[in-house]
T-cell receptor
Framework: DAKTTQPNSMESNEEEPVHLPCNHSTISGTDYIHWYRQLPSQGPEYVIHGLTSNVNNRMASLAIAEDRKSSTLILHRATLRDAAVYYCILRDVKALVFGKGTRLSVIA | EAQVTQNPRYLITVTGKKLTVTCSQNMNHEYMSWYRQDPGLGLRQIYYSMNVEVTDKGDVPEGYKVSRKEKRNFPLILESPSPNQTSLYFC????????????FGPGTRLTVL
């Protein structure tokens, strides 16, 4: 499985934008980049995914580097409810292979 | 409402007593999967199913069985539970293609004494 690398933790002030980076230098041409998050005491929750182009949805934006070796999840205005562990995943057809993710803390 | 449900949500049992954790989805998804989550080890896949009657092992299948007789249900069976199967279990489902998001259930916290 292709691997991803994320910082262990990040901190943000409430209502500020947050940029969560992910490196995936061994990505193959058909790998989709998925982001999930896990809030405390809940199951993982889908955030966004993309293949080559930048993507936007109601939760976040995903910026994908031109060479696809890295991507950035952008939360435009962090709220306290966004405090969670964020996982960057290159989805295999069989499974989501979760790494350790980035623990995001949001400060009021 | 589109959802994945799991039952029970919490279970305390004893070593060797067979148990089943049920998982059901109402989205007509082909793909279903079971994960376990343990502190320091993250989420690991136990078994998955690409469609009815098609199941395969994930990364940590030992001690577990699954079946997929109907599209909506994917039960996880522990024939003889042991304390090292104490964990938080999540069921997930999606359409089959890797481009699609997975929907996760709320989790089942299992304790084996």
């Amino acid at each position: 499985d292709a691997k991803t690398t994320q910082p262990n933790s990040m901190e943000s002030n409430e209502e500020e934008p947050v940029h969560l980076p992910c490196n995936h230098s061994t990505i193959s041409g058909t790998d989709y980049i998925h982001w999930y998050r896990q809030l405390p005491s809940q199951g993982p929750e889908y955030v966004i995914h993309g293949l080559t182009s930048n993507v936007n949805n109601r939760m976040a934006s995903l910026a994908i580097a031109e060479d696809r070796k890295s991507s950035t999840l952008i939360l435009h205005r962090a709220t306290l409810r966004d405090a969670a562990v964020y996982y960057c995943i290159l989805r295999d057809v069989k499974a989501l292979v979760f790494g350790k993710g980035t623990r995001l803390s949001v400060i009021a | 409402e589109a959802q994945v449900t799991q039952n029970p949500r919490y279970l305390i049992t004893v070593t060797g007593k067979k148990l089943t954790v049920t998982c059901s989805q109402n989205m007509n998804h082909e793909y279903m999967s079971w994960y376990r989550q343990d502190p320091g080890l993250g989420l690991r896949q136990i078994y998955y199913s690409m469609n009815v009657e098609v199941t395969d092992k994930g990364d940590v299948p030992e001690g577990y069985k699954v079946s997929r007789k109907e599209k909506r249900n994917f039960p996880l069976i522990l024939e003889s539970p042991s304390p090292n199967q104490t964990s938080l279990y999540f069921c997930a489902s999606s359409y089959g293609d890797r481009a699609n998001e997975q929907f996760f259930g709320p989790g089942t916290r299992l304790t084996v004494l």
